[in-house]
């Protein structure tokens, strides 16, 4: 029976891998339905819990979450494969994106994703926010995270206001009630694997001009100090590889970015396109390794850190200022989303772009109150492009 559901938690992760669109907000909405309320992997208030847990690491917060989930169920080996199932249908697409990189270079065709991503984002943030926020010390913080977000817009930020947000409820850890309280006992192991890893190809990619083992490294840095998802890696990683390294031409990026945003599964993706286009001229076999090393540079320091952090996640519970600051996290999480939402909105408006303006309201509306897939609705976007 345990086999079984290992089974169908996996067909579950495969399906969110070709179905949720828009990150981790909106993955949060569509794994609140499938593996909450359809299969019960795990309690709403669990969820969310592992979430705020996640977004205050740095990595790909839905990849982190669902490998937790993935070695509750089943243990490490498992979370592994969970991972595995999780990232390989968006890392093979933008594989095969940056193999093909000649009729997508026509950006036009998806002209209508960006707008329907920000509608996304805004109804899950919706969705989210009122599950999370309960008082109106919730709401402060939310519209505070979200103008401080929006005006500093800097890797830093987010987990300056996770950490100030959780700290502001931790005060209120009376209203918890207390729990026994038992010796912590802290495993090491992934933690030093995850920096001692960092190190390693620090120094290795210093002495080598292999550029696969540089390219490893300068992946492994990035997931190791990334905070706030996709959005905030796209532009340290063009920063690095257009304009220093000048590895990469910039249209060429700037397609991958848009592209990585309008498929489903994790945006860090966009790291396997980079990994083969780096290595462009070279052999096929060659530019696959790119995208090998892109894909494992990326996910694997969130995947060490969360293997670590959940592990004495049941004992740092037994804290009440640990369980009150949650909800100060998942606040100021819903305001960090609704400032990601309106970064893309206001050149629209600035443009009286109707167009997208129109795209977001109708999307919003079909998300809200209709059950039409994220999918779906993506789907009509790409035609929408090809026709128009």
């Given at each position: 029976m345990k086999k079984i559901r290992k089974i169908i938690f996996l067909k579950d992760i495969l399906i969110l891998a070709f179905t949720a669109f828009g990150g981790p907000q909106v993955h949060l909405a569509m794994f609140l339905e499938i593996l909450v309320k359809k299969h019960n992997y795990l309690t709403e208030e669990e969820l969310l819990e592992l979430q705020a847990l996640c977004s205050i690491l740095p990595?790909?917060?839905?990849?982190?979450?669902?490998?937790?989930?993935?070695?509750?169920?089943?243990?490490?080996?498992f979370a592994y494969l969970t991972l595995i199932v999780?990232?390989?249908?968006?890392?093979?697409?933008?594989?095969?994106?940056?193999?093909?990189?000649?009729?997508?270079r026509d950006r036009s065709i998806i002209r209508f994703i960006q707008p329907i991503g920000v509608a996304l984002i805004i109804q899950a943030g919706f969705v989210i926010g009122k599950k999370v926020i309960k008082n109106k010390l919730g709401i402060g913080l939310m519209i505070l995270s979200a103008a401080f977000s929006f005006y500093f817009q800097s890797p830093y930020v987010c987990p300056i206001a996770l950490i100030v947000g959780g700290i502001v409820t931790a005060r209120n850890y009376k209203e918890y009630t207390p729990q026994p309280k038992h010796k912590m006992i802290i495993p090491w192991a992934n933690f030093n694997l995850f920096w001692i890893f960092l190190i390693f190809l620090a120094v290795l990619g210093h002495f080598t001009d292999y550029?696969?083992?540089?390219?490893?490294?300068?992946?492994?840095?990035?997931?190791?100090?990334?905070?706030?998802g996709g959005q905030v890696l796209?532009?340290?990683?063009?920063?690095?590889?257009?304009?220093?390294?000048?590895?990469?031409?910039?249209?060429?990026?700037l397609t991958g970015m848009a592209l990585s945003q309008a498929l489903p599964g994790p945006v860090f993706a966009l790291t396997s396109y980079i990994g083969t286009l780096a290595l462009k001229g070279t052999s096929f076999w060659e530019q696959l390794l790119g995208s090998a090393v892109g894909a494992m540079g990326i996910f694997?320091?969130?995947?060490?850190?969360?293997?670590?952090v959940y592990r004495i996640w049941g004992?740092?519970?037994?804290?009440?200022?640990?369980?009150?600051?949650?909800?100060?996290?998942?606040a100021t999480s819903t305001g960090l989303t609704l400032?990601?939402?309106?970064?893309?909105?206001?050149?629209?408006?600035?443009?009286?772009?109707?167009?997208?303006?129109?795209?977001?309201?109708?999307?919003?509306?079909?998300?809200?109150?209709?059950?039409?897939?994220?999918?779906?609705?993506?789907?009509?976007?790409?035609?929408?492009?090809?026709?128009?």
């Open positions: 990595g790909p917060t839905s990849t982190q979450t669902l490998t937790a989930l993935g070695f509750k169920i089943g243990g490490p080996v999780w990232i390989t249908p968006a890392v093979a697409i933008m594989t095969a994106a940056a193999f093909g990189m000649t009729y997508l550029l696969p083992v540089r390219l490893f490294e300068n992946f492994y840095r990035n997931g190791s100090l990334v905070f706030g796209a532009p340290m990683l063009f920063t690095e590889f257009v304009e220093f390294k000048q590895l990469i031409r910039q249209d060429d990026f694997l320091p969130g995947t060490f850190l969360i293997f670590f004992q740092l519970k037994q804290f009440r200022a640990i369980r009150a600051s949650l909800e100060g996290i998942n400032a990601a939402a309106f970064t893309f909105l206001v050149p629209m408006v600035s443009e009286t772009d109707w167009v997208s303006l129109l795209v977001v309201i109708a999307v919003f509306c079909l998300a809200q109150f209709t059950k039409i897939s994220p999918f779906f609705i993506f789907l009509g976007g790409l035609i929408l492009g090809f026709i128009f």
